[in-house]
């Protein structure tokens, strides 16, 4: 497997972890495999969201 087979196979890998923090925080990763796109032209979708302890979206 070649380096950015590696890379990919790695961040797909990393889809619904969630980071929780000492405070109650918590961040969320979404990372999806979609056809490449002119936006997208590696073809992946990826969100990565930062959450109060009550479930509140502070940043994404």
Same mark, same amino acid.
């Given at each position: 497997?070649? &380096?950015? &087979? @590696?890379?990919?196979?790695?961040?797909?890998?990393?889809?619904? @972890?969630?980071?929780?923090?000492? &405070?109650?925080?918590?961040?969320?990763?979404?990372?999806? @495999?979609?056809?490449?796109?002119? @936006?997208?032209?590696?073809?992946?979708?990826?969100?990565?969201?930062?959450?109060?302890?009550?479930?509140?979206?502070?940043?994404?």
């Amino acid at each position: 497997m070649d &380096n950015a &087979n @590696e890379t990919l196979s790695y961040l797909l890998d990393l889809d619904g @972890e969630e980071i929780i923090y000492a &405070n109650g925080h918590v961040a969320r990763l979404k990372v999806k @495999e979609i056809g490449a796109t002119p @936006e997208k032209p590696h073809g992946i979708s990826y969100s990565l969201t930062y959450h109060a302890r009550d479930g509140r979206r502070l940043m994404r």
